[in-house]
């Protein structure tokens, strides 16, 4: 069972890269809810210094508008492939498919599969000697080990259909009485990754191959953009409220300060 010709003819890469995420901050009283999301993230082209971008919601300049000026800020014209890194999130993704109007490639985020794989691997060993469940839940024995092995070097089908298995054999022992805690929150891991499998199978490439040919696998870039723009000030150190507008103002400016964009003399100003 091997990696499909589309999945690995995509180890090559395209041009430009955007790496994009989310985050939630608090919002000023009287706002229509206690926190918005905004987008931010990075434009990666070759040979050009990184382009840091970020948006709020409801605001004159849409997300999708942000995303097609940093994007043309690298060079992008209408045309020209372009790959999206994130966790899997759909709007993230439509924001930047209506900044290109064209099909992208979207490439699933390994550090979110890893992390999901671990919580799995971590309630495995919290329950896997209890009652002998080695030998009534032989299949998920087998398969635990080796799902991160299969996701990692693209057998996407075959890891597919592990979590299937699991999943049903599973099925017939969390939901009987008298189950415990520990392996219905298995389950529900279980089951979690199977939807999520499903939701982004044609975001799930042979990232071994990736890794190796220096090809990027993660939206790490889009992780340091949010600890530059947004928890700095925003979230972590200081968690003031802000309005949609005042939030994408700030944001600018300090995509564009991180940047190097704005000139030495004005940098305390805008920081």
Known sequence: DLASPYRMSRAGGSP???????????????????????AMGRVVAKGRPPRQFAASPHVTTGKHDVVRAAL????????????????????????VISATR????????????????????????????VDNLNIYLWDVASHVPRLRHLLWSGYVREAQRAVKDMHY?????????????????FFELVSSLQTYLIQNKPSLVD????????????????????????????????????????????????AAVADGRLKQAKFALAA
């Open 16 to 38: 430009i890269s955007v790496f994009i995420d989310g985050a939630y901050i608090r919002a000023v009283p009287g706002y229509q809810s206690r926190h918005f999301e905004i």
């Open 72 to 95: 043309r800020a690298q060079g992008w014209v209408p045309g020209s492939d372009v790959t999206v890194f994130s966790d899997g999130d759909v709007g993230l993704q439509g924001i």
């Open 102 to 129: 064209q099909p992208i490639t979207h490439i699933l985020d390994w550090f979110h599969l890893s992390m999901r794989l671990r919580h799995i691997e971590q309630a495995w060993e919290g329950i896997r000697k």
């Open 169 to 185: 054999q599973l099925e017939q022992h969390a939901r009987r009485q008298g189950a415990s805690f520990k392996l219905k929150r």
């Open 207 to 254: 990232y071994c191959r990736r890794y190796w040919s220096g090809q990027p696998i993660s939206s790490c870039p889009a992780e340091s953009a949010a600890n530059s723009l947004v928890n700095a000030r925003m979230n972590k150190k200081r968690q003031m409220r802000w309005s949609p507008i005042g939030a994408h103002r700030v944001l600018q400016v300090r």
